[in-house]
Structures are given as structure tokens and as C-alpha cells.
């Protein structure tokens, strides 16, 4: 309903504003303006929690609010900061909007204190927005040295930069503090020890590579407890095994991938998805198994397991 209609008094000017700004901030907005001390005085960690809410996009709008809001943007203390170019690069005035883009994500990461440890960073980009890879790696090096504990990456190449996937910094694989990784259109190329000993989550999309980096970063983070392997190119063969808590396994329209061997005893549940491309499957020590689902044919299927418990 129009706001005119509700408030006939009112000259309409307030639609544009909700289409502009978006609802969230027009809230914020009226509490401002209504309760403004009051906001001074409430607990930092309440209107943080309020602004994780939000997209990144809208966190930097609040800026055109109160002192209160303006501070805790300012101070660049969200726990959870989201990047996505395509939500900031929308209109035409592009050249403009990717130098805006760059000093909002340099403001929330490059100047957030050390000591303020992040939650999570998604950076999803189109490598023709944001050109410049050694800026991309400082804002991954600025991420790790907040010991973020989520890291969400996707680089999507277009135009000119199309064939040129992003390669990350090595640095990822050392570091201590990561429970969730991410990590989609990229390059996987792994120098050296791999020390994530906190990863609980590991997911893989889209990425050139073969078996031997993804062995050997399963093989080196043995608390894994869910694994999602999608649109691999260049993978043939998978083995998966010396995961003691792994309970989900994903294989998504890996379309390369000859064979699969799987040996997780806390296995709970498998999800392989291949079309028709052929690809065998062997399944070791999966006794807790309880869902197992495949998708079109599978020509060889090798079930070595004692027990399936709660097979329906």
C-alpha cells in the first residue's frame, strides 16, 4: 500500500525513500530520530548484533544515521562482514561505484583493530570489477590477521579476465583459527604444510585441480565433518579416508571423476551426483550410514560395511 494512502497528509516523498535506502535503514532510521539518546546509551554489543543483521551493503548506509550507528561503522567491529561487487556495482556509474566498493572494504578490514577477531568474511567478486589481485590478497591477509573463523571466497572471471582463475594466498593453509572454508572459481594450488587444525567444513567449487591437492588438504585436517567437492575440473580419482568425524559427504557434477573410494566410520550421510559420465564407487567402514543418495546411473557400486543403522 502506497504511503500516501496511509498517511494522506504525508506528499509521498517517503516511497522513494524506502526504494532508495531499504526498509531495514528506514526503521533505523525513525528509532533514530525518535529514541536517539536512548540509543547512545544501549549496549554496544546489542546494535552490533542488530547490524549483522545486514547486508555489508546496508552497514554502510548507516553511516547516514546516528553517532551511535556511524561509531560502530566506523570502528569496523561487525563480527560478520559480507562483500559481494555485484550488490555494489549495480548501477551505471561504475567507475565511480568500484572505487566506492574498494574504500568500504578496505575501511572494514584494513582498519579494524587487530585485536577485533571476525567471524566470518565472504568475498564474492567478478575479477573485472575488482582487477587488481594483490589487493584482493591484502584483504585476505587482513582477514587472517583478525584470525577470522568463516572465509567464503568466490572470484568469478568475465570478460578479459575470463580463463585466468584467482589464485589465493598460500598463507589460507596455515591458518589456525578457520572452521569453515570456502572456496569457488578459484585456482587450488597448495606449496607446502597445510596447518588448519581448527577446519570443520570444507567446500570446493568450480576449481582446477586434480586429486593430489585435494588429498592432500583433506588428509592434513582430520577434524573435517562435512565435506562438498562440486564442479571440479580436472579431478579423476577421490579418496577420501582418515576423517574420524566426518558425517556428510557431497560429490557434485564432477563430470572428470573416474573413481570414488570413501572410508569415514562416522559416515552419516552421501550425496553423489554425476549424470551419466561413469564413475565407481567404494564404500569402506561406513556403518552409521544412514542416507545415501545417487543421482542417474553408477556403473560399479562396492558397499564394504558391516551395518547400516536406521536404513530405511
Not at 526498509?23 to 529514541?35: E, K, S
Not at 583433506?218 to 565433518?225: E, R, V, Y
Request: proline share 5%; charged share 25%.
Amino acid at each position: 500500500m502506497p504511503t500516501s494512502h496511509l498517511f494522506p497528509w504525508y506528499s509521498g516523498a517517503l516511497d522513494s525513500f524506502i526504494i532508495d535506502i531499504g526498509f531495514p535503514l528506514l526503521i533505523f532510521g525513525f528509532v533514530d530520530i525518535c529514541f536517539g539518546p536512548l540509543l547512545e546509551a544501549l549496549f554496544k554489543d546489542i546494535l552490533i548484533s542488530i547490524l549483522s543483521l545486514l547486508p555489508t551493503r546496508e552497514v554502510a548506509r548507516t553511516n547516514l544515521l546516528s553517532k551511535a550507528w556511524r561509531k560502530l561503522s566506523a570502528f569496523s567491529s561487525l563480527p560478520v562482514l559480507m562483500f559481494e561487487s555485484a550488490d555494489f556495482l549495480a548501477s551505471p556509474r561504475k567507475d565511480t561505484n568500484v572505487s566506492s566498493f574498494i574504500n568500504v572494504v578496505d575501511s572494514y578490514l584494513k582498519l579494524r583493530q587487530k585485536d577485533a577477531s571476525l567471524a566470518k568474511l565472504r568475498l564474492h567478486l567478478h575479477l573485472n570489477d575488482v582487477e587488481s589481485r594483490s589487493l584482493i590478497d591484502s584483504w585476505i591477509d587482513a582477514a587472517l590477521e583478525r584470525k577470522v573463523k568463516e572465509l567464503d571466497l568466490f572470484m568469478l572471471p568475465r570478460g578479459r579476465a575470463r580463463g585466468k582463475p584467482y589464485s589465493f594466498p598460500a598463507k589460507i593453509f596455515a591458518a589456525t583459527t578457520i572452521t569453515v572454508l570456502s572456496l569457488r572459481r578459484v585456482i587450488l594450488e597448495i606449496c607446502g604444510d597445510i596447518d588448519l587444525p581448527a577446519l570443520r567444513k570444507l567446500y570446493l567449487g568450480e576449481i582446477r585441480c586434480d586429486e593430489q591437492p585435494i588429498q592432500k588438504l583433506i588428509s592434513s585436517c582430520p577434524l573435517i565433518d562435512c565435506l562438498h567437492i562440486e564442479s571440479c575440473h580436472g579431478l579423476q580419482k577421490l579418496h577420501v579416508s582418515g576423517l574420524a568425524n566426518l558425517r556428510r559427504l557431497e560429490v557434485i557434477w564432477c563430470y572428470e571423476l573416474k573413481r570414488i573410494e570413501i572410508n569415514a566410520p562416522s559416515l552419516q550421510y552421501l550425496s553423489y551426483q554425476q549424470g551419466k559420465c561413469p564413475c565407481d564407487v567404494v564404500l569402506r567402514a561406513c556403518e552409521f550410514l544412514r542416507e545415501l543418495t545417487f543421482w542417474y546411473s553408477i556403473p560399479k557400486l562396492s558397499l564394504d560395511f558391516r551395518t547400516l543403522r536406521d536404513w530405511g
